[in-house]
């Protein structure tokens, strides 16, 4: 195996936007808007930290050159990053965070409960285990997503202009590249559209129980996956690998 | 410690002769062991202490979040940003359960942040110190898990029930939290290179000192004390604790390579105790005084998260109020 076999860029992408997604929402720790947030968003980026460890050492050995995850978390650069780009968007206010978590989560969810029936073991184990943890967290978003839009009217606006903004990275989730589709015909990898059709009942039903209105837009932003991304991640990738860059021989 | 300088509210102890029949009954049952609930009777000055204390130590965990998330985006390995994060949600958690000890006495979350963001009330000095480089927490694990799990433990044994089960649940979380920030500098200060040394003495140095302070100012100018103790909601002294955390910590430090900063350090064979330097009391005052290097900023950290989630707050209780109201009007047609 090799980093030729479509199953490395794969787990790549389901690792990075683990780890991704893990950082983006540390950074509430400490200044969520309620103690039990604080709580809440640290277990879920301790689930997802532990995900994309498993995805990535998964990646490392079909690559078979001997990395593990922290060597292909902290020692690639964006362009080498396979995460979608709906995980590396900014923060922007709680609501915005939460509802990009919705917005993953009702993608995760059903592709890991797809993977959990993956004909490679490996890949099948590591799903079952992260579906148990996922199913928590979209329940909890979903819950979010009515209270706040079905909230004050300011909590409604929030979430609107929440998923207005968020709306245009759901699409790379749901459309199926190459990868996707030999994975898919191997029968290690579900259909996508499937998982689109889940996603959009989902979505949809959610978000008429929050009174929130569907964009009507059909544009979409598409890139994360081939390792085109926006200018976030960067950033974000700076900050994460500061210490290993800084100090290569060390161990920690 | 987390509650450090508890005022009491009274100026002397009072004799048996100088309290009242329920005064005399409620310090029979203290002297005994027995546990105070939350709805026995009991003197006024020992639920308010005890909502000083407790909430004091609950802002600390809060407020503690801050310095070490500072590290979370930077953490070297994945495991250490799980570890991290872990330790930081059981702060959390630890805040969320001594707010709720407190609320047994009659006083609200919601007041209790209030004082926390006006600056009524305290939280401890130590977390008013930065976390400039990775070293610095592993070294908060190691001294000020540590140093908190010395006052803790006893107070497992405090008068108090809720307090008292609150302090067995949190002291089983803070020691794990000690090794945990002890074996990364282990690794750091025993596997790893010199530049990473250095980077642990540093952290060392500039923790140590505060990290002593942590256990209050020294007996002779505690003045709330003798109270406390006398209620057991307080049950050993600041200089024996601190005594018993510089014997513990010293071997610690020896053993990583750290050399303490403190050129009078030495062991008493005589006391059988080490001996240290003069603390810096004026700084301990002026950090508890609104005055050391962060605590501006963790204040508007704290304030800002509170004013910035005020819409969300309001949004959660909105909906909850909607749906309540739903369920009646459906109870009503049915
Ligand atoms: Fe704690
Ligand atoms: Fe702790």
Redesign the interface.
Known sequence: MSSEDPLFDYTLRLGDSC?VL??RI??W???????????GI??I??DL??Q??LW?DLAGEIEGQGRD??AL??HRDAGAYRNHLLTEQPNG???QTIMRQFLFDAWYLPLLKGLSQSNDSRVAAIAEKAAKEASYHHARHTD?V???G???E???D?MQAALDVLWPYTGEMLTADKIDGTLCEAGTAPDLAGIEQVWNDHVSKTLTAATLTQPESNFMQSGGKAGRHSEHLGFLLA??Q???RA?P???? | MYAQMVKTDTTSVKTREEMSAEERAFQDRVDADIKIEAKDWMPENYRKTLIRQISQHAHSEIVGQLPEANWLTRAPTLERKAILLAKIQDEAGHGLYLYCAAETLGVSRDELTEQLLTGKAKYSSIFNYPTLTWADVGTIGWLVDGAAIMNQVPLQRCSFGPYSRAMIRVCKEESFHQRQGYDALMKMCLKGTAAQKAMCQDAFNRWWWPSLMMFGPPDKESVHSAQSMAWKIKLNSNDELRQKFVDQTVPQAEYLGLEIPDPNLSWNEERGHYDFGEIDWSELFSVVRGDGPCNRERLAARRKAWDDGAWFREGLMAHAEKKSARKDTQKNAA
Not at chain 1, 249 to 252: H, I, K, L, Y
């Open positions: 780890i893990a950082q540390s950074e720790v400490g200044h969520a808007p309620i103690l039990e947030e604080d709580i640290a277990n980026a301790l930290v532990g994309g460890r990535l995850a922290d978390a902290y206010d709680f609501g979010l009515i209270s706040l079905d909230g004050t300011e909590s409604h929030r900050e994460m500061f210490l290993q100090y021989d060390a161990v920690w």
